[in-house]
C-alpha cells in the first residue's frame, strides 16, 4: 500500500479533532472523506499529506514511517510524489498560469502544458496571472499540476465545490483518470455524486 495509518489522532488547542484511524490506501485507489463541517476532513487530509503533524500513531508511506521524517524529507515527498489540489494552497498567486502548471520558466511554455490546461478547461489562460483565477479555476489548476507532475498521491479538498455541472464532471473524470493511471487520490468531500465514484469512503464523526 502506498499510505498506512496506525491508530492516528489529533489534537488542536486541547480539542481532539479524531483519534484511532487507522487505514490502508492502495495505488490506484480513489477515497472519499466524508463527514459533516467540522468533523475533520481537511484536517485528516493535512495529516496523511504531512502538512499538520498528528498527536498519535504513525504514518507510513510506501513502508516508511513518514511521522519520523525530517523537513527535507518531507520536502522531497511534496515535490516528487504528491500533488495538492487546495483553492487556497500552493498557487503562486504573482506567477501566470502554465508556470504554475510546471514551477518551471522553461517548461512552462510547452505544448505539453497548453494540453493539459485545455483538459481541465483552462485552455488558453496560461498567460493570466493565477491571482486572477477564481476559486473553481485554481481547483482545475491544481488538477493540471497533478497531471503533469505525474503525482503518485493526490490529495484533494473539496474539488468540485465552486465548479458548474460541467467542470464538475470534467473534474471527477479527470481525477478518476489520474486513479486508473496508478496516483492514490484521496479527496475531502461533501460531493455525493464525487463519493458515488470512489472506490471507497471514510467517514468522520464529530467527536464528542
Ligand atoms: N488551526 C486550528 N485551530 C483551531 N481549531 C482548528 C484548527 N484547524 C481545525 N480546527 C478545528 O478542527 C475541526 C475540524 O476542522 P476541519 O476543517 O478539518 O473540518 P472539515 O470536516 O474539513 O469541515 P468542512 O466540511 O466545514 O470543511 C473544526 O472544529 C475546526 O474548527
Known sequence: M?????????????????????????????????????????TLLNCLGLIQSVNNGD?????????????KEKISFWKDKAAFIYQDYGIIED????????LNKRQAKTQVVDEILHTVGLGGRGHDMAAVLSGGEKQRLGVARAIYKKATIIFADEPTASLDQSNREIIINLLRKCSENGAS????????????????????????
Open 95 to 102: 506567477e501566470n498560469v502554465s508556470y504554475n502548471v510546471t
Open 59 to 71: 504514518i507510513l508511506i510506501e513502508n516508511q514511517n513518514a511521522s519520523q521524517w525530517k523537513e
Open 2 to 42: 502506498i499510505i498506512q495509518t496506525k491508530n492516528i489522532g489529533i489534537e488542536i488547542s486541547g480539542k481532539t479533532i479524531f483519534s484511532n484511524i487507522s487505514l490502508e490506501i492502495n495505488p490506484n485507489e480513489m477515497i472519499a472523506i466524508t463527514g459533516p463541517s467540522g468533523s475533520g476532513k481537511t
Open 185 to 208: 487520490v484521496i479527496i475531502a468531500t461533501h460531493d455525493e455524486r464525487l463519493v458515488s465514484v470512489c472506490d471507497r469512503s471514510i467517514n468522520l464523526k464529530p467527536f464528542m
